[in-house]
T-cell receptor, first 118, second 113 residues
Framework: GAVVSQHPSWVICKSGTSVKIECRSLDFQATTMFWYRQFPKQSLMLMATSNEGSKATYEQGVEKDKFLINHASLTLSTLTVTSAHPEDSSFYIC??????????????FGPGTRLTVT | SQKIEQNSEALNIQEGKTATLTCNYTNYSPAYLQWYRQDPGRGPVFLLL?????KEKRKERLKVTFDTTLKQSLFHITASQPADSATYLC????????????FGDGTTLTVKP
């Protein structure tokens, strides 16, 4: 199988605080993980690519100092939303890339984290 | 710029019929394409991957085609069931991107009993 867990599944925090979200690949090693956010009835918006042992690559318009990503091992990536504000409230989803042979990769997604900033 | 279009935001069909979802793209030459299923409030689930040199892939009641000339992929669910109701996303990838994909907006399928 290819199972990815995400913790917490939901979190409520006060404006100005920081929140850490963990993404773990449980039964395979993932050199690359991805972080997305998704607004209601909209598609996935890629925020950043997390590479084990190196700095994350952020998509245009995503503040790297606000969304800190750490990929310290082949099975764990974390996303920290720093100084969260109500506009950061969203559904955050991680995925881990697993090669299906050659240069093709399938993405296995975590169940998502619902962040609400009050 | 790259653009991915999935047919109609919503598709309603009767149980037992074949559902056909479309994914069209422009300004892109993907090396492979994937289809995912997403249920409300959940992360997407991988279904099928097809490479540019493959015309068709099957998995149980699912079938995917990939036409690089038309720049189109079709996703079929045969003998559809109410449990197939979900949002289906197509995603395009390059070999040089180590898994990074561009996702379409999705088509929400409703199968009525």
């Amino acid at each position: 199988g290819a199972v990815v867990s995400q913790h917490p599944s939901w979190v409520i925090c006060k404006s100005g605080t920081s929140v850490k979200i963990e993404c773990r690949s449980l039964d395979f090693q993932a050199t690359t993980m991805f972080w997305y956010r998704q607004f209601p009835k909209q598609s996935l918006m890629l925020m950043a690519t997390s590479n084990e042992g190196s700095k994350a690559t952020y998509e245009q318009g995503v503040e790297k100092d606000k969304f800190l990503i750490n990929h310290a091992s082949l099975t764990l990536s974390t996303l920290t939303v720093t100084s969260a504000h109500p506009e950061d409230s969203s559904f955050y989803i991680c995925s881990a890339a697993k090669t299906s042979g050659g240069l093709s990769y399938e993405q296995y997604f975590g169940p998502g984290t619902r962040l609400t900033v009050t | 710029s790259q653009k991915i279009e999935q047919n109609s935001e919503a598709l309603n069909i009767q149980e037992g019929k074949t559902a056909t979802l479309t994914c069209n793209y422009t300004n892109y030459s993907p090396a492979y394409l994937q289809w995912y299923r997403q249920d409300p409030g959940r992360g997407p689930v991988f279904l099928l991957l097809i490479r540019e040199n493959e015309k068709e892939k099957r998995k149980e009641r699912l079938k995917v085609t990939f036409d690089t000339t038309l720049k189109q992929s079709l996703f079929h669910i045969t003998a559809s069931q109410p449990a197939d109701s979900a949002t289906y996303l197509c995603a395009l990838s390059l070999d040089t991107n180590a898994g990074k994909s561009t996702f379409g907006d999705g088509t929400t399928l409703t199968v009525k009993p």
